[in-house]
């Protein structure tokens, strides 16, 4: 008998909240706890892919670093290639680059000019939407490399930071939402 698939409340119930982490004031959204459960893990990756089926997306997009770890498995479930985003600096081949605003100070994330075949439909996939100044940096990448983007999908969207107000009319899907 296989376990039935987890709910949003039971990963909700795995994140942990870790205060102050990395500095005072923030409250981090720990997820390897969702990671070190299969059926949590499988269960995030499956509603993280949903609605698409295999066929429907060509590339998936994970943005460094914890985007990486759904982002891969994503990409397998689809069918679908895996893309980084990456910080600055990281990537081997000539890039697109993109600068935006942290809470305090600035960030600059890349892909690899050559990332997509022009038209390719993306799924961009992360763990965390706070402000969604990453976000949005990563869709004008995305969109600067020739992809189209079909959905941005988050584990975790901190509500009261608003971040969805920075990726107007895209479609966003969050599995869980925090009010802090
Ligand atoms: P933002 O650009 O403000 O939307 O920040 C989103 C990025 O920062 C994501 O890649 C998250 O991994 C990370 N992040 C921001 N705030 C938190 C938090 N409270 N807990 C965990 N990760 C966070």
């Known amino acids: 008998m296989h376990a039935p698939p987890p709910t949003p409340a039971d990963i909700r119930r795995a ?44 590339a ?16 397998l479930r689809l069918r679908a290639g ?5 910080k600055k600096g ?3 081949f000539d890039t697109f680059e993109q600068s935006y605003a942290l809470e305090y100070g600035q960030s600059t ?18 763990d965390l939407l706070a402000t969604g100044g990453t ?3 990563a869709a004008q990448l ?9 959905g941005i999908h988050f584990l975790i969207e901190l509500g009261s930071l608003e ?5 107007p009319g895209r479609p966003i899907r969050s599995l869980v939402v925090f009010a802090d």
Request: glycine share 10%; no cysteine.
């Open 15 to 58: 994140i942990r909240n870790v205060p102050d982490f990395p500095k005072p004031g923030i409250q981090f959204k720990d997820i390897t706890p969702v990671l070190a459960d299969p059926g949590l893990f499988g269960g995030s990756v499956a509603w993280l892919a949903d609605p698409f089926q295999p066929g429907q997306v060509d």
């Open 163 to 167: 971040g969805r107000k920075k990726l």
């Open 135 to 137: 976000a949005q940096a």
């Open 82 to 86: 895996m893309v980084p985003v990456r």
């Open 90 to 92: 990281k990537l081997p």
């Open 60 to 75: 998936v997009v994970g943005i460094d670093a914890r985007g990486f770890i759904f982002a891969a498995a994503v990409a």
């Open 142 to 150: 995305v969109e600067q490399a020739g992809g189209r983007i079909l």
């Open 109 to 126: 994330i890349a892909i690899h000019v050559d990332a997509f075949r022009p038209g390719s439909r993306v799924l961009l996939v992360d």
